[in-house]
């Protein structure tokens, strides 16, 4: 299947992409993106090409470099899993890839240790759900990682639930939870960590932590994404930069991950979600002033 999408300056198409085990498969779709407009693009989509590239078998990080160099009318070509007899998609990945783990809890009620993130509809799109944080002295702390994805808990599929579904069926387990889990990407990784570091600082650091990072917009945009934000997964969290790709922040090279943007032009972003911030950035031209607490 092809499927022609436009691509605006500054803005990607809105897709999450991951190794799958003969490619690189769609896991996610952001809310409001030009990708999630079209709806023709699904969770589990196989990308095999983009604007005449052959892609079938390539990495992710390939994959990602051709959507990202790509302009103007981006035509995209798929491979969709066939449908098995109840209606949902086949697995998308080798089941060499997921390994059983069984946390002993000492009671029903006690908790597995576990913060967890993402989700169908979260606020960092449809991405799966993934372990974001691990408490030490839990019953957890041996046997789950920061980053990866829980694919089934006792055998019911966490594809295409919500996070408040999610976190209802660990609540209601029984006393030994089995889970299936495989390896979370390089992003979910950072996602955990940027997640548990900053859940703690203050909304609005000292004056004396920030530094002003001027950037001129020019035709390709500011260059970078933004995660955090009132209501995100983790409850209300200050913005932090997510990745640096191009455009006028590479060319400051005065950004990096992880750095909080306190003010945008003198404007405080405290009570703004991330959505509130990309649609103040994506109408500002010219020079915009960034203040912002180094990582």
């Known amino acids: 299947m092809k499927v022609r999408l436009n691509k605006i300056p500054g803005q990607g198409l809105g897709l999450n992409i991951e190794n799958g085990p003969s490619g690189t498969i769609i896991f996610?779709?952001?809310p409001g993106s030009e990708a999630s407009i079209d709806g023709t693009l699904m969770q589990g989509d196989e990308i095999i090409?983009?604007?005449g590239?052959?892609?079938t078998g390539a990495t992710r990080d390939r994959v990602?470099?051709?959507?990202?160099?790509?302009?103007?009318?981006v035509v995209i070509e798929i491979r969709r899993p066939r449908k098995s007899q109840n209606g949902s998609a086949k697995?998308?990945?080798?089941?060499?890839?997921?390994?059983?783990?069984t946390i002993k809890r000492r009671h029903?009620?006690?908790p597995l240790g576990i913060s967890i993130a993402g989700g169908f509809g979260s606020a960092l799109g449809d991405v799966p759900i993934f372990i974001a944080a691990v408490d030490p002295e839990g019953p957890a702390s041996d046997k789950l990682k920061m980053g990866e994805r829980i694919v089934s808990i006792n055998g019911t599929s966490s594809e295409r639930i919500t996070h408040n579904e999610c976190a209802q069926l660990l609540r209601q387990s029984p006393q030994n939870v089995v889970l299936e889990m495989s390896p979370g990407d390089q992003e979910m990784q950072y996602m955990s960590q940027y997640l548990v570091q900053h859940t703690d600082r203050q909304k609005q650091p000292h004056a004396s932590a920030m530094v002003d990072v001027v950037l001129f917009r020019g035709a390709d945009g500011?260059?970078?994404s933004i995660v955090g934000g009132k209501d995100s997964p983790k409850g209300d969290l200050p913005i932090y930069i997510k990745t640096v790709s191009g455009g006028a922040a590479l060319r400051s090279a005065k950004l990096k991950r992880g750095d909080q943007i306190v003010y945008v032009n003198g404007t405080s972003l405290e009570?703004?979600?991330?959505?509130?911030?990309?649609n103040m950035l994506k109408h500002l031209e010219g020079e915009i002033v960034l203040s912002i607490v180094p990582a």
Do not use: C, M
């Open 28 to 30: 996610g779709i952001v």
């Open 49 to 51: 090409g983009a604007n």
């Open 53 to 55: 590239v052959d892609l």
């Open 64 to 73: 990602a470099s051709e959507l990202k160099k790509a302009t103007g009318t």
């Open 91 to 101: 697995p998308t990945r080798k089941g060499s890839h997921i390994r059983k783990v």
């Open 108 to 110: 029903s009620q006690e």
């Open 222 to 224: 500011l260059g970078f």
């Open 271 to 278: 009570g703004y979600t991330r959505q509130d911030t990309v």
